[in-house]
């Protein structure tokens, strides 16, 4: 199974834009790349996925690199409710499954 | 109502004690999955069930066992509780769509302790 790898923790301020990167050098050709967050108390929640072209939604972007060893989470504006844990995530497109990894702690400073 | 129930939410039992942590989903999805959660290492993957039929083993399946009784319902059980499997246990679901589907659903976890 393909890993992930991501910084332990990472700080923003509010109302700043964070980037929040992922490296996945052993990513296989039909490896879907997907990003979760969790909230204190919860379980994780879907943000983003993309296979080989940047996406965007309502929650946030993701950057994929051109040989898709590496991608980044953007939030263009953090606020205090995006403090969680991000976890990036690929998803084996022949067995469905999806293994974490530890992800990372974004702290939002007020 | 939540999409995914996992019952109970805590629980306390002691070593050697059988156990079973329950999951519904009213979201008919067929693919099913078990993790577990540690302080500092993120979610592990113990089985993951893609119908009633079909149920595969994760990273770390060995002490524990599962059920798919339906679509619906996917239990997991601990035969013979020991100290280090207390942690936060999350059920989830995802559809079986090709290409970009299969995002996964979780329910609240349910925090087991065994003393």
């Known amino acids: 199974d393909a890993k992930t790898t991501q910084p332990n923790s990472m700080e923003s301020n509010e109302e700043e834009p964070v980037h929040l990167p992922c490296n996945h050098s052993t990513i296989s050709g039909t490896d879907y790349i997907h990003w979760y967050r969790q909230l204190p108390s919860q379980g994780p929640e879907y943000v983003i996925h993309g296979l080989t072209s940047n996406v965007n939604n309502r929650m946030a972007s993701l950057a994929i690199a051109e040989d898709r060893k590496s991608s980044t989470l953007i939030l263009h504006r953090a606020t205090l409710r995006d403090a969680a844990v991000y976890y990036c995530?690929?998803?084996?497109?022949?067995?469905?499954?999806?293994?974490f990894g530890t992800g990372t702690r974004l702290k939002v400073l007020a | 109502d939540a999409d995914v129930t996992q019952t109970p939410r805590n629980r306390i039992t002691k070593t050697g004690k059988r156990i079973m942590l329950e999951c519904s989903q009213t979201k008919g999805h067929d693919r099913m999955y078990w993790y577990r959660q540690d302080p500092g290492l993120g979610l592990r993957l113990i089985y993951y069930?893609?119908?009633?039929?079909?149920?595969n083993k994760g990273e770390i399946s060995d002490g524990y066992s599962v059920s798919r009784q339906a679509q619906a319902k996917f239990s997991l059980s601990l035969e013979s509780a020991i100290p280090n499997q207390t942690a936060l246990y999350f059920c989830?679901?995802?559809?079986?769509?090709?290409?970009?589907?299969?995002?996964?659903?979780f329910g609240n976890g349910t925090r087991l302790t065994v003393t």
């Open positions: 069930s893609f119908d009633v039929k079909d149920i």
């Open positions: 989830a679901t995802s559809d079986s769509g090709t290409g970009s589907f299969g995002t996964l659903h």
């Open positions: 995530i690929l998803r084996d497109t022949g067995t469905y499954k999806y293994i």
